[in-house]
């Protein structure tokens, strides 16, 4: 069975070499919290077309920082590269194990998203929002290597 929404096997290693630094990156600017890095002066003609922080400020030329942005679009690219890469041999089993990761990430995501609507409430709830960007392909891409390539190691002994 073909299946045309995976693209090429060699599009896998890009996207371990996007997602893994994005993720401890992610991870390091959420803890260390350092925004000061990528520094842009946004021109004016182009300031007017872009959300700001300070969108109805008076600066002429707005200063944005893009660090948090390239994260972002690094693990999300990266994570969905190796979520829809083929494997070297695709076959009926790995279409399975797909499935079954993208059901396993949807229900997961979903009930955390259910959690965390009723335990979090106002400005914490954006950064909840900012996360369930990124977990159903966490948790998919997680799950679907470690049935692929974890599991059988340990299901060996």
């Given at each position: ?7 090429a096997?060699?599009?896998?290693i ?6 893994v630094?994005a993720?401890?990156g992610?991870i390091?600017?959420v803890?260390?919290?350092f ?5 842009v002066t946004?021109?004016e003609w ?6 700001i922080?300070?969108?109805v400020s ?7 920082y893009?660090l ?5 679009l ?5 994570l ?6 083929k494997e ?7 279409q399975?194990?797909r499935l079954e ?8 995501n ?9 335990f ?6 954006l ?6 960007m990124?977990t159903?392909?966490?948790i998919f891409?997680?799950?679907?290597y470690?049935v692929l ?9």
């Amino acid at each position: 069975m073909k299946n045309k929404l995976l693209i090429a096997h060699r599009w896998k290693i890009l996207g371990w070499l996007l997602a893994v630094p994005a993720f401890i990156g992610g991870i390091s600017f959420v803890l260390f919290n350092f925004p000061e890095y990528l520094q842009v002066t946004v021109p004016e003609w182009l300031a007017h077309f872009i959300w700001i922080e300070s969108f109805v400020s008076d600066t002429p030329n707005p200063t944005i920082y893009l660090l948090d942005e390239v994260i972002a679009l690094s693990l999300l690219i990266g994570l969905l590269l190796l979520a829809f890469s083929k494997e070297k041999v695709e076959d009926e089993w790995i279409q399975q194990v797909r499935l079954e990761s993208f059901q396993w990430a949807f229900l997961v995501n979903s009930m955390l998203l259910i959690a965390f609507t009723v335990f979090t409430h106002g400005s914490p709830f954006l950064s909840v929002m900012v996360y369930n960007m990124f977990t159903p392909l966490l948790i998919f891409v997680a799950r679907f290597y470690y049935v692929l390539y974890l599991k059988p190691l340990f299901s060996k002994n």
